[in-house]
């Protein structure tokens, strides 16, 4: 996976676009990691991983992006209408089908970090493959 989120960091480049794009990755990463309330260590050693190695194009570090990913996360896990407002941007953001496909398979990836897919993480990801318009 992270090879994978590599690719992804290096195809979208450093313009403003590609800096939107990757803060979009990092947005749904993190809402992926927090979906079922459980943060396992697996999980964030991955997401630590992924932030190490990023093209960033921002004046804050990856780290300081993830910090604040995460409070956005928390505060839309309780809000369903904030929630598809959040994934709406995110699908935005993202730009283009391929990048969106990506995405959900680094999510997907994720959730199975921990040798399991929780019931909620599932439900993400059903969520998310419906809006991106996915194909199993």
């Known amino acids: ?3 994978k989120l590599k690719r992804f ?4 480049g450093r313009s403003a676009d590609g800096q ?9 990463l993190v809402w992926t990691m927090y979906a079922d309330n459980v943060l396992t260590l697996p999980e964030n050693d991955r997401i630590d991983q992924i932030a190490a190695d ?7 570090r990856p780290s300081v992006y993830i910090s604040k990913a995460t409070s956005k996360i928390r505060d839309v896990l309780s809000d369903p209408e904030r929630a598809d407002q959040l ?5 935005r953001r993202l730009g283009t089908a391929s990048m969106r496909k990506e995405a959900y398979d680094a999510c997907y990836d994720l959730a199975q970090a921990d040798g399991q897919l929780a019931a909620a993480e599932m439900k993400l ?6 809006r991106f ?4």
């Open 125 to 130: 990801l059903q969520t998310v493959r419906e």
């Open 1 to 3: 996976m992270i090879d």
């Open 133 to 136: 318009g996915i194909k199993s």
């Open 87 to 91: 994934l709406e941007d995110i699908h």
């Open 20 to 28: 939107q794009q990757r803060e979009a990755m990092l947005d749904l």
């Open 9 to 12: 960091f290096e195809r979208v």
């Open 54 to 60: 990023l093209e960033w194009n921002s004046p804050d």
